[in-house]
């Protein structure tokens, strides 16, 4: 029993620590129609800001200023905001699958840096001894997990939070404007080069704080954990969640990843011995096949869009009908 | 006929596109609190002009005033700002929105509108929003799209995407209106009945520039009339003139004997 129930904590820190990803991707994609397929890039950026900064210092590796476990996750959002603005303002004019492609090798690129600038990154072997804050707290991994789940919960919340505030309000109807018509809202008066700038560098700052709890999590920061699969991945779960809607965002997290790590421990269990290097793979089929059937029978997602974006129009008994299909 | 005080001026504005001149030095004044008629055989340069005024293709060269400010060279959202807004030929809704929030998606130097404001002064944003929304309200009533403010605008009809078109804009209070074939596609009675609405606003000083290939719409409610024909300004005048201009039929009707 305190197996599954450890097993079950572990696994929420995990799941949600994608989720806080997931809801930056989803107000890049979901509300403004930015298409980044570069997410692991900035999972990276915000996983090295919080060895840098909260890691031991090593004679060999430029960082490891020992900071508190708090200024690693800020400073986390700042890097990767910061690395966003420079990427935003490069690519800002791309369209579509033209910013995909950008982001994409952006991302391919940043991974390549953190395998090779050994300096600062560590190279292949990553940086290690990350501190866990919750280790100096108590006794115990059930209830480090424990405590450290209480975090990413915490934090998860003000993301989801603060998002519903923006996206619920004027600047969150603005940007659906702008993902359903650029044109029609720069005559309706919207800047869309300045709010697409926004909406893309918030969400990647998400990202960053997602890289940085998973990071303070496990202890260490290795270059092979922000391959282009994480950006797949992550995208599934958006698209399962159901995009534009930050609950959706969250469920699709934790479907997906519950997908993913019962077919791990389902495959090892089944496959023979000699074929578990390919086991890899077929997870990432199933991941694929998942994503294929919510396409074709909930293109919307398990909870998709919601008409009213705003509180403020949603009152109206008039307006009391179900979501769109 | 130049006034002394037009709400819209426009000097010498041109348009080309590499070796074809759209818009060939088309100047007017349009006074305060007129509804312009702007006419002209298809292809004579009618939307490549709303384009150039709106800022969607700035004009090679040329001025265009409105209300005495400058506003050639600005872009869509600033000249939006200066109080110059347009609807489109083809309406361009946002089809996954609400008819409602289309029409609040305009509002005036909203305070939400800068993303961080809705996390420091909610208070505001709220109070701001729930002031748009009486106001969106009113003109969607006005528009006569009450009964489907709920639904999305991808669902509604051609003649309903007009008005929602007009609403969108007259959220703005904007000094000018351009509407770019408000009747096109549009049955007769929801015609006679945005004919109507446009009237109304004009009762209360709005001022208006019209294309419009309607001539009874155009004939009854537009004076001074502005016909265009490749690219060019041929005529400006009222609408007897214009019926017994020789070169209006001529851009009608081709060469006449």
């Known amino acids: 029993m305190i197996g599954v129930l450890s097993y079950l904590i572990f696994f929420l820190i995990l799941a949600l620590t994608l989720g806080v990803a997931v809801l930056g991707l989803n107000l890049q994609w979901g509300f403004t129609g930015l298409f980044n397929a570069g997410v692991a890039g900035f999972l990276a950026v915000g996983g090295y800001a919080m060895a840098m900064l909260t890691g031991p210092s090593r004679a060999a590796v430029f960082g490891g200023f020992e900071l508190p476990f708090v200024v690693g996750l800020l400073g986390a959002m700042i890097a990767s905001g910061l690395a966003a603005i420079v990427i935003g303002l490069l690519t800002i004019r791309l369209r579509h699958e033209y910013l995909a492609v950008a982001t994409f090798g952006i991302a391919v690129t940043i991974q390549l840096v953190c395998v090779n600038w050994e300096p600062v990154t560590g190279g292949t072997l990553g940086l290690i001894g990350i501190p866990n804050p919750t280790k100096a707290m108590v006794e115990g991994s059930l209830a480090q997990n424990a405590i450290y789940l209480a975090i990413v919960l915490i934090v998860t919340a003000i993301a989801y939070t603060g998002l519903q505030r923006l996206v619920q309000g004027p600047w969150g109807r603005t940007l659906k404007a702008i993902r359903e018509d650029e044109t029609a809202a720069a005559s309706l008066g919207k800047n869309p080069v300045r709010i697409r700038l926004e909406a893309f560098v918030l969400g990647c700052m998400l990202m960053g704080l997602s890289g940085a709890l998973y990071v303070g999590f496990i202890g260490y920061v290795s270059p092979f954990d922000f391959l282009p699969i994480v950006t797949f991945q992550i995208w599934t779960m958006l698209i399962v969640g159901g995009s534009a809607n930050n609950r959706g965002a969250l469920l699709g997290a934790l479907i997906v990843w519950g997908v993913w790590t019962m077919s791990g421990f389902f495959i090892a269990r089944v496959v023979p011995p000699e074929w578990q290097a390919q086991s890899g793979a077929i997870q990432a089929v199933l991941i694929g096949l998942i994503l294929v059937i919510v396409l074709l029978f909930r293109p919307r997602g398990l909870i998709g869009e919601e008409i009213h974006v705003s509180r403020h129009a949603r009152s109206a008994p008039a307006d009391a009908r179900p979501e769109a299909p | ?257």
């Open chain 2, 1 to 257: 006929m130049s006034a002394a005080d037009p709400m819209l001026r426009l000097d010498g504005v041109t348009k080309r596109f590499g070796g074809f001149t759209a818009v060939d030095g088309v100047g007017f004044d349009l006074p305060r609190g007129a509804i312009g008629g702007l006419i002209g055989p298809n292809g004579a340069g009618k939307t490549t002009l709303f384009n150039a005024l709106a800022g969607l293709v700035p004009p090679d060269s040329g001025r265009v005033e409105l209300d005495g400010a400058p506003i050639h060279g600005l872009t869509p959202n600033r000249v939006f700002a200066a109080g110059l807004a347009r609807t489109f030929q083809i309406p361009r809704p946002f089809p996954e929105m609400s008819v409602l929030e289309n029409t609040m998606i305009v509002g005036a130097n909203q305070a939400g509108e800068r993303f961080w404001m809705n996390w420091v002064a909610p208070g505001r944003v709220s109070t701001e929003e729930r002031a748009l929304r009486a106001k969106a309200e009113e003109v969607i009533e006005f528009c006569g799209l009450t009964r489907v403010r709920g639904d999305a605008a991808g669902t509604l009809s051609g003649g309903q995407l007009k008005l929602l078109e007009l609403a969108r804009v007259m959220m703005a209070d904007p000094k000018i209106i351009l509407l770019d074939e408000p009747a096109a596609g549009v049955n007769p009675t929801l015609m006679a009945s945005l004919v109507d609405k446009i009237k109304a606003l004009n009762a209360r000083g709005q001022t208006f520039l019209i294309i419009e290939h309607n001539m009874d719409v155009v004939m009854s409610i537009c004076d001074p009339i502005f016909v265009m024909a490749q690219g060019r300004l041929i005529y400006q005048g009222d609408a007897a003139g214009a019926r017994a201009e020789p070169a209006v039929l001529d851009a009608y009707l081709g060469d006449l004997p």
